[in-house]
């Protein structure tokens, strides 16, 4: 039983080793102009604004101002036990997720662009900054916000 706790350990500790190797920066210098940040080639993460359906994810809509918008995702985003709101631009925020057993760090950014159509949309962006796949964890996130915010369910 000893010699099976000291493998699993063995292999834990070589898997976050190996993991942690594949870090990347945090998100950073955001404009305000350009859009959020492409993803990796790797699988995890998501974003409206990418083009192939394997990190592709459908912004949120909105009817009304982009000021209340805001608010209302602000406050729902203050209120998620794991989340932190790192920064808050003219129309952009940027929280951190951590997990709950290794304390992973995932970024997500919400952008709300203006628009002439008068249509109000939130281009998002979710993504790890550790390893290669998140099982799904970072669309499962984003759309659990979806829920929240649009009011249709979700629980986070």
Known sequence: MTMKLIGIFICITACLTMVSGCSRTPVTGFDGT???????????????????????????????????AFERLRTLLSEIDNARIISEKSYYLHAEFK??????????????????????????????????????????RMEE????????????
């Open 99 to 140: 997990s709950r057993w290794f304390k992973f760090i995932d970024d997500v950014e919400f952008w709300f662009p203006e628009t002439e159509d008068g249509n109000g949309i939130i281009h998002m962006r979710s993504a790890s900054r550790l390893g290669y796949s998140d099982l799904g964890v970072n669309r499962k």
């Open 34 to 68: 350009a859009g959020l940040g492409p993803c990796p080639g790797s699988p995890n993460c998501v974003s409206s604004q990418e083009e192939d359906e394997a990190h592709r994810i459908s912004p949120l809509t909105y009817e009304g101002s982009r000021e209340a």
């Open 145 to 156: 916000i979806r829920g929240l915010f649009t009011g249709s369910g979700g629980s986070m």
